[in-house]
């Protein structure tokens, strides 16, 4: 799947808008691929894997297009 970076925290985590989808995924920086949790802004596109949590669907193998 693809969307954009939406939401960056200072706590290490953020959400990423998907579009046709209602909610946005959450996902931790150490699910990211190839890329440091610093070197994200809000706007990157990515790609990634949806996966379910106990907490709800998150995004996994979360990589910068």
């Given at each position: 799947?693809?969307?954009v970076i939406?939401?960056?925290?200072?706590?290490?985590?953020?959400?990423?808008?998907?579009?046709?989808?209602?909610?946005?995924?959450?996902?931790?920086s150490s699910?990211?691929?190839?890329?440091?949790?610093?070197?994200?802004?809000?706007?990157?596109?990515?790609?990634?894997?949806?996966?379910?949590?106990?907490?709800?669907?998150?995004?996994?193998?979360?990589?910068?297009?």
């Amino acid at each position: 799947m693809e969307g954009v970076i939406k939401n960056l925290t200072d706590k290490g985590f953020g959400f990423i808008t998907v579009e046709g989808e209602e909610k946005d995924l959450f996902f931790h920086s150490s699910e990211l691929n190839g890329v440091a949790y610093e070197e994200l802004k809000v706007g990157d596109k990515v790609s990634f894997e949806k996966s379910d949590s106990p907490k709800g669907p998150n995004a996994t193998n979360v990589t910068l297009i």
